[in-house]
């Protein structure tokens, strides 16, 4: 999961809203938290396989959807006196051109699970799909943000499990990847954003709450990462991962740390599939016991298996997936 910019700023300084950008730093702080927790599983340093967690999974999904929220409230502040279309477009070609160099850097980072419509690229498409919504009536944009909401229980075809479809949401089939926002059931979130705008505008004008300014520092510091969220976004987590792994370098990875990392990445993969994260989790673990049982399991930590002890590891891994025969 990751974080999202807002789309075009205000026409100008005094139309800004700074209890908007402290809310969206304060959702970046949330992400923070859930970034640095991915890593620290990604790298085997904590037990957790904070990928399949519920807890987890759930705190993702709220950051995401307050993010998306906050893009729907955005559009509609940075157009209430119209469409500054040189700012728009210029705003859309920074958040596209970001999504574009994280799919690029993921694909050669992580090939298998790299990010090919993440929070961003839901950014980018969200601003343009939401613009027509901003002149119709309040209650058509909250009928077509549930219609958004529902779209995905209610269609079905084999057509869009295709992985070329994949991006609009409706596909059935596992998606192996590491951020994942599709169009639909997220775009609900932008247009919620415009139904909440658009029924508080009204009294926010010439309000405290218009008016109101961060005064500590922690505030200034948390409104000013909500008004630059895109660079932070891009530069976040190249630092963190770039902190654990100098951490790793100079404290070498104990024998523990090795099985967690076995664990881990046997969970990442099954997670991939049909499975829940318990019964993945009880498939790693009985494959770990078999491999030890056979002798294989020095090899198989140090990549040492030869085509046999591949196809025996395949064979154990295949017995743990058995349901276990009746008594």
């Given at each position: 999961?990751?974080?999202?910019?807002?789309?075009?700023?205000?026409?100008?300084?005094?139309?800004?809203?700074?209890a908007?950008?402290?809310?969206?730093?304060?959702?970046l702080?949330?992400m923070?938290?859930?970034?640095f927790?991915?890593d620290?599983?990604?790298?085997g340093?904590?037990?957790?396989?904070?990928?399949?967690e519920?807890?987890?999974?759930?705190?993702?999904?709220?950051?995401?959807g307050?993010?998306?929220?906050?893009v729907?409230?955005?559009?509609?502040?940075?157009?209430?006196?119209?469409?500054?279309?040189?700012?728009?477009?210029?705003?859309?070609?920074m958040?596209?051109?970001?999504?574009a160099?994280?799919?690029?850097?993921?694909?050669?980072?992580?090939?298998?699970?790299?990010?090919?419509?993440?929070?961003l690229?839901?950014?980018?498409?969200g601003?343009v799909l939401a613009l027509?919504?901003l002149?119709l009536?309040v209650?058509?944009?909250?009928?077509?943000?549930?219609?958004a909401?529902?779209?995905?229980?209610?269609?079905?075809?084999?057509?869009?499990?295709?992985p070329?479809?994949?991006?609009?949401?409706f596909?059935?089939?596992?998606?192996?990847t590491?951020?994942?926002?599709?169009?639909?059931?997220?775009?609900?979130?932008?247009l919620?954003g415009?139904?909440?705008?658009?029924?508080?505008?009204?009294?926010?004008v010439?309000?405290?709450?218009?008016?109101?300014?961060?005064?500590?520092?922690?505030?200034?510091?948390?409104?000013w990462?909500?008004?630059?969220?895109?660079?932070?976004?891009?530069?976040?987590?190249?630092?963190f991962i770039?902190?654990?792994?100098?951490?790793?370098?100079?404290s070498?990875?104990p024998?523990?740390?090795?099985?967690?990392?076995?664990m881990?990445?046997?969970?990442?993969?099954c997670?991939a599939?049909?499975?829940?994260?318990e019964?993945?989790?009880?498939?790693?673990?009985?494959t770990?016991?078999?491999?030890?049982r056979e002798?294989?399991?020095?090899?198989?930590?140090?990549?040492?298996?030869?085509?046999?002890?591949?196809?025996?590891?395949?064979?154990l891994?295949?017995?743990?997936?058995?349901p276990?025969a009746?008594?």
């Open positions: 999961m990751s974080a999202v910019p807002p789309p075009p700023a205000a026409p100008s300084p005094r139309l800004r809203l700074e908007v950008d402290l809310a969206r730093g304060l959702a702080l949330a923070f938290v859930f970034h927790a991915y620290l599983s990604y790298f340093l904590i037990e957790t396989h904070v990928p399949s519920p807890g987890w999974r759930w705190f993702a999904r709220l950051i995401a307050s993010f998306l929220t906050l729907g409230i955005s559009l509609v502040l940075a157009t209430r006196t119209g469409l500054n279309r040189p700012a728009f477009l210029k705003r859309l070609a958040v596209s051109g970001a999504a160099l994280v799919t690029l850097a993921t694909y050669f980072a992580m090939p298998r699970s790299f990010i090919f419509f993440g929070i690229h839901h950014v980018t498409l601003s027509p919504f002149r009536p209650a058509a944009v909250a009928v077509a943000a549930i219609v909401f529902a779209l995905p229980v209610l269609v079905a075809h084999p057509l869009l499990d295709q070329a479809l994949a991006w609009l949401g596909s059935r089939a596992p998606i192996v590491a951020d994942f926002v599709p169009v639909f059931p997220w775009f609900g979130c932008v919620g415009v139904v909440l705008a658009r029924l508080a505008l009204p009294r926010l010439g309000s405290r709450f218009a008016a109101w300014r961060p005064a500590s520092l922690p505030a200034r510091i948390v409104a990462g909500g008004r630059h969220s895109l660079l932070v976004y891009l530069v976040h987590q190249p630092v770039g902190a654990l792994m100098l951490a790793l370098q100079l070498p990875s024998p523990a740390s090795q099985e967690r990392g076995f881990l990445s046997c969970q990442s993969s997670a599939g049909p499975l829940g994260a019964a993945c989790e009880r498939l790693c673990v009985c770990a016991d078999s491999l030890k002798g294989l399991w020095a090899a198989t930590l140090a990549d040492r298996l030869d085509e046999v002890g591949r196809g025996r590891v395949t064979e891994a295949q017995a743990c997936l058995r276990a009746p008594r």
